[in-house]
């Protein structure tokens, strides 16, 4: 027993003497011991700073779980990069990732693969969220919504904006921002958020500002303890806007929002929806006038692939394709 106790103690020991503060000293790869100031690969009992101008990459699983460390920091002031499918970093549940002002973590995937992860359960953070900008402080369980899509769509009026959410957690409000450049951001509308959802919450917001040159749009999710997450901007080029339908959700289940967005109005307006193989399973008549039109369509008809078309006295629309589940 006193042998078990006083290897424990050498083991205890040896993880504690390896504690320092390693900073980046290079724009190189995680895992070399070059990178940082403390001569060795970060561990999880070390304080890890990435100054600014310095990008530190990680290109495969990193855990800094060993040991079980109780005070795992991460300070990033230039920006933290993974690269490549693989990469990954697993930290304990008292780990606390602090993105300073200017500070960013990115990545060059966008396939829901797990990226951050503190304790167990699901990712703080996984590539489909988009980068992250500071401030921002991330601890578990600190993320607290789970983006499916945000996109924008020109309109002759202005840009709808639609995102949705799969699940959210403490969710106070989002923040709509635009740029001309990228770099420049204003604010658009602040929207309230669901707070806690297990569900599937679709959101709208038409920016009717526009100016019809190219727009980028960001959202900023803010959760009610202040906590905030920059999620990755969208493009939207809106010159030269002609005649369009737009269609949501696709896939779709029980029901269909058509959005006709025209430059004349029109008679003997139809919008029918075809199977496979030509087939019309579903036609209704619509009234449609010069500007934005909005329906809703019920879609009681078997999971598949499908066609949706509008037609008209004068107006010409390309067909689309819309996929039914169930």
């Known amino acids: 027993m006193r042998i078990f106790i006083f290897y424990f103690i050498i083991l205890l020991l040896t993880f504690n003497s390896k504690a320092a503060t390693c900073t980046a000293v290079a724009s190189t790869n995680f895992t070399l011991a070059s990178t940082w100031s403390c001569g060795h690969v970060p561990n999880g009992f070390d304080n890890i700073v990435i100054p600014s101008n310095f990008t530190v990459t990680i290109t495969s699983a990193i855990d800094l779980t060993v040991g079980n460390p109780s005070n795992t920091s991460i300070s990033i002031s230039g920006n ?28 060059d995937q966008n396939n829901n693969s797990n990226k951050i992860t503190i304790g167990s359960g699901s990712a703080e953070w996984d590539s489909n969220m988009g980068n992250l900008t500071g401030p921002l402080t991330i601890s578990n369980g600190t993320l607290p919504i789970e983006l499916i899509e945000f996109t924008g769509t020109c309109l002759s009026n202005g840009v709808e904006l639609n995102w949705s959410t799969a699940s959210e957690e403490n969710n106070d409000y989002f923040l709509v921002e635009k740029s001309s450049n990228g770099t420049d951001w204003e604010l658009v509308a602040k929207i309230t958020g669901s707070g806690t959802s297990g569900v599937v919450n679709k959101y709208v917001h038409i920016d009717y500002t526009n100016n ?54 029109s008679n003997n307006n139809y919008i029918k929806i075809l199977n496979s193989v030509g087939q019309i399973v579903i036609e209704t008549k619509v009234d449609v006038t010069k500007g934005v039109n909005t329906f809703v369509l019920p879609v009681d008809i078997m999971p598949g692939t499908y066609n949706i078309m509008f037609s008209s006295d004068n107006i010409v629309l390309p067909s689309q394709k819309l996929m039914i589940i169930k």
């Open 80 to 107: 933290l990069f993974f690269s490549g499918n693989a990469s990954r970093l697993s930290l304990v549940s008292s780990a606390v990732v602090n993105i300073a002002s200017g500070g960013k973590i990115t990545t």
């Open 212 to 265: 019809n040159e190219l727009t980028y749009y960001r959202l900023t999710q803010v959760d009610k303890n202040t906590t905030k997450e920059v999620f990755k901007a969208i493009d939207v080029n809106c010159k030269n806007v002609t005649n369009q339908m737009i269609l949501y959700p696709n896939p779709s289940s029980t029901e269909l929002n058509i959005l006709l967005d025209v430059t004349t109005s």
